[in-house]
């Protein structure tokens, strides 16, 4: 009987043994164990509270070592090379350069919330963690799955990768992909990978801690969770950008569709905030939809809004009068109310005015709108006046609202009305000082262009023009603008073949527009031209996002070929 208790006991011991391995990654190094984060003796993580990224604790990433030679190697031929970051796009996803070739990587195994072209709870915070890592890194080195054979994702346009980064010099490598998972910023989604073993325990062992992800309690402080948005001018926006854009507020905006840009994405404008007046005194109460009660006459005999007293005496008016039944009882013949609101706005100040009215001045405020508009083109046509929800962001100095979708556009009116074009005589007035032209759409005149740069991930370039004063700004041409040359041709070479930048303008079926144009995605074609006329959208452009040296400068975003016409000499 002794004995039988004996074995008994013999096999609990060597069971509890067993147990308290960590399965996935090295058990067989007892010289190193795995801290396991169930919470006994990962930390003070608190599921109710927000966590911070050094709070997390990562052993499978500390653990797993880059045990495959990469020296000399090329990812794109051989499966795993060194490469440099070109830009971090998202959580799972960056551009990187590997000697001339620009290429994007989707991050293997992995799917952190959006950030770009939608926003979705984490997405911001995912994006700055592996932004964070790529930017600092020593090195970095990109490893293809040895077990799946698919080198492209769906989309055909990235490769699909295992990014391992050196921190500092003398440290380890870390695989990206796995520290994402251990930081609950992504599920696993890894099954059949090389690393399906490391990805899946480190997701299961996350998932108890219940964190980011996997909490649906605790809520992303950059995420805006309301239903709607909140309705703002595109004013207000531009006016409080920056404010607005640490975190992923979502609004609600209103203008002219004066710009398609693309397939995807439009560009709205609508004319500065009207001001509540009283003769030349400002009432500083916008007039707003957020904001449409009238002023009213108040206790004390003064213009009153809301609560506050505006310390404005209302000449001969009664307690308890709205600004328009002030002006009806001052006037023989007075407007009907809806009447006199059409006509309430002054583009003027008019110190007559002894009631109150709305100065508006003759200024423009532009912002883009991107998103998932396929099959919506009707929604979106020039001239419409259109309102839209979205989440507010910003790129490079240019403010947007992202993750518009068909529900997100209503259109307010469709009787078209001519969009406002600045008519910019001196490029020299385009500084990053002028803040009140950024994103405003003008019009410039006798362009030379003298050189430029090609995109080196898509379709796009930029051209490097100066005035007929030898003043300079570029233009920039987004790889979505359709900018189309002669039928002539299948194709047409409009880059030397030894130049470092050489693309071609082609005619392939697959580019051809409506009148059987082709595509020219090369800046040379229009080196030495002259632009009498072009028309685009002011914008900011900092390299510093495609991790690049930051160098913020102004350039004018064309979108419609329509918008430039060329001087013949």
């Given at each position: 009987?002794?004995?039988?208790?004996?074995?008994?006991?013999?096999?609990?011991?060597?069971?509890?043994?067993?147990?308290?391995?960590?399965?996935?990654?090295?058990?067989?190094?007892?010289?190193?164990?795995?801290?396991?984060?169930?919470?006994?003796?990962?930390?003070?993580?608190?599921?109710?509270?927000?966590?911070?990224?050094?709070?997390?604790?990562?052993?499978?990433?500390?653990?797993?070592?880059?045990?495959?030679?990469?020296?000399?190697?090329?990812?794109?031929?051989?499966?795993?090379?060194?490469?440099?970051?070109?830009?971090?796009?998202?959580?799972?996803?960056?551009?990187?350069?590997?000697?001339?070739?620009?290429?994007?990587?989707?991050?293997?195994?992995?799917?952190?919330?959006?950030?770009?072209?939608?926003?979705?709870?984490?997405?911001?915070?995912?994006?700055?963690?592996?932004?964070?890592?790529?930017?600092?890194?020593?090195?970095?080195?990109?490893?293809?799955?040895?077990?799946?054979?698919?080198?492209?994702?769906?989309?055909?346009?990235?490769?699909?990768?295992?990014?391992?980064?050196?921190?500092?010099?003398?440290?380890?490598?870390?695989?990206?992909?796995?520290?994402?998972?251990?930081?609950?910023?992504?599920?696993?989604?890894?099954?059949?990978?090389?690393?399906?073993?490391?990805?899946?325990?480190?997701?299961?062992?996350?998932?108890?801690?219940?964190?980011?992800?996997?909490?649906?309690?605790?809520?992303?402080?950059?995420?805006?969770?309301?239903?709607?948005?909140?309705?703002?001018?595109?004013?207000?926006?531009?006016?409080?950008?920056?404010?607005?854009?640490?975190?992923?507020?979502?609004?609600?905006v209103r203008g002219i569709v004066a710009r398609k840009v693309g397939s995807y994405s439009a560009y709205i404008q609508q004319q500065?905030?009207?001001?509540?007046?009283?003769?030349?005194?400002?009432?500083?109460?916008?007039?707003?939809?957020?904001?449409?009660?009238?002023?009213?006459?108040?206790?004390?005999?003064?213009?009153?809004?809301?609560?506050?007293?505006?310390?404005?005496?209302?000449?001969?008016?009664?307690?308890?009068?709205?600004?328009?039944?002030?002006?009806?009882?001052?006037?023989?013949?007075?407007?009907?109310?809806?009447?006199?609101?059409?006509?309430?706005?002054?583009?003027?100040?008019?110190?007559?005015?002894?009631?109150?009215?709305?100065?508006?001045?003759?200024?423009?405020?532009?912002?883009?709108?991107?998103?998932?508009?396929?099959?919506?083109?009707?929604?979106?046509?020039?001239?419409?006046?259109?309102?839209?929800?979205?989440?507010?962001?910003?790129?490079?100095?240019?403010?947007?609202?992202?993750?518009?979708?068909?529900?997100?556009?209503?259109?307010?009116?469709?009787?078209?009305?001519?969009?406002?074009?600045?008519?910019?005589?001196?490029?020299?007035?385009?500084?990053?000082?002028?803040?009140?032209?950024?994103?405003?759409?003008?019009?410039?005149?006798?362009?030379?262009?003298?050189?430029?740069?090609?995109?080196?991930?898509?379709?796009?370039?930029?051209?490097?023009?100066?005035?007929?004063?030898?003043?300079?700004?570029?233009?920039?041409?987004?790889?979505?603008?359709?900018?189309?040359?002669?039928?002539?041709?299948?194709?047409?070479?409009?880059?030397?073949?030894?130049?470092?930048?050489?693309?071609?303008?082609?005619?392939?079926?697959?580019?051809?527009?409506?009148?059987?144009?082709?595509?020219?995605?090369?800046?040379?074609?229009?080196?030495?031209?002259?632009?009498?006329?072009?028309?685009?959208?002011?914008?900011?452009?900092?390299?510093?996002?495609?991790?690049?040296?930051?160098?913020?400068?102004?350039?004018?975003?064309?979108?419609?070929?329509?918008?430039?016409?060329?001087?013949?000499?």
């Amino acid at each position: 009987m002794k004995k039988i208790w004996l074995f008994i006991l013999m096999g609990l011991f060597l069971f509890g043994i067993t147990s308290c391995e960590m399965p996935g990654v090295n058990n067989n190094n007892n010289d190193n164990p795995i801290v396991d984060p169930s919470g006994q003796s990962g930390g003070n993580i608190d599921p109710t509270q927000i966590v911070k990224d050094e709070d997390m604790v990562t052993p499978y990433t500390d653990q797993l070592k880059l045990n495959r030679s990469f020296a000399g190697k090329s990812f794109i031929n051989d499966g795993i090379g060194e490469v440099k970051l070109y830009v971090s796009t998202d959580g799972d996803t960056a551009q990187f350069t590997e000697g001339s070739f620009n290429f994007t990587a989707r991050f293997n195994g992995v799917d952190t919330p959006e950030s770009t072209y939608k926003v979705e709870p984490w997405g911001k915070s995912a994006s700055r963690f592996t932004k964070s890592k790529l930017t600092t890194a020593y090195k970095i080195v990109l490893q293809r799955d040895e077990i799946k054979t698919q080198v492209l994702d769906s989309t055909l346009k990235r490769y699909l990768a295992w990014v391992w980064y050196q921190p500092t010099a003398d440290s380890d490598f870390r695989l990206l992909n796995l520290e994402l998972v251990e930081q609950s910023y992504t599920t696993s989604k890894a099954s059949g990978s090389m690393y399906a073993e490391q990805m899946m325990e480190a997701d299961l062992k996350v998932q108890k801690l219940g964190v980011r992800v996997y909490n649906n309690t605790v809520k992303d402080p950059d995420y805006d969770y309301s239903e709607t948005g909140k309705y703002l001018s595109i004013q207000e926006i531009r006016e409080n950008a920056e404010e607005y854009g640490q975190s992923a507020i979502k609004v609600i905006v209103r203008g002219i569709v004066a710009r398609k840009v693309g397939s995807y994405s439009a560009y709205i404008q609508q004319q500065a905030d009207g001001v509540w007046y009283v003769g030349e005194t400002c009432l500083n109460v916008k007039q707003s939809e957020e904001t449409p009660d009238m002023p009213y006459v108040g206790e004390n005999g003064n213009w009153w809004y809301g609560d506050v007293d505006t310390e404005i005496k209302a000449v001969n008016g009664n307690v308890g009068q709205t600004a328009y039944q002030y002006y009806a009882a001052q006037e023989e013949t007075p407007l009907e109310e809806l009447e006199w609101m059409q006509g309430l706005e002054h583009n003027e100040i008019n110190g007559s005015l002894n009631y109150p009215y709305v100065y508006r001045p003759l200024e423009w405020y532009g912002i883009y709108l991107y998103g998932g508009f396929s099959g919506q083109a009707s929604k979106l046509t020039i001239g419409y006046e259109v309102k839209v929800g979205g989440n507010f962001s910003m790129y490079a100095g240019s403010i947007q609202v992202t993750g518009v979708t068909a529900k997100g556009i209503e259109v307010l009116n469709r009787e078209k009305q001519e969009p406002h074009i600045y008519d910019i005589q001196d490029v020299t007035t385009l500084t990053l000082e002028n803040t009140q032209k950024f994103n405003t759409l003008v019009e410039l005149h006798n362009l030379y262009v003298y050189g430029g740069y090609n995109t080196k991930t898509s379709d796009g370039f930029t051209l490097y023009c100066r005035d007929s004063k030898n003043n300079r700004i570029n233009i920039r041409v987004d790889g979505n603008t359709a900018i189309h040359t002669t039928k002539d041709g299948e194709y047409i070479t409009v880059a030397d073949s030894t130049a470092t930048t050489a693309k071609k303008g082609y005619y392939s079926e697959a580019k051809l527009d409506a009148d059987g144009y082709g595509l020219v995605n090369c800046y040379q074609y229009f080196v030495g031209m002259t632009f009498e006329s072009l028309k685009g959208i002011v914008a900011v452009y900092d390299p510093a996002v495609e991790g690049e040296e930051s160098n913020a400068q102004v350039q004018i975003m064309l979108t419609l070929v329509s918008d430039i016409t060329l001087k013949v000499e």
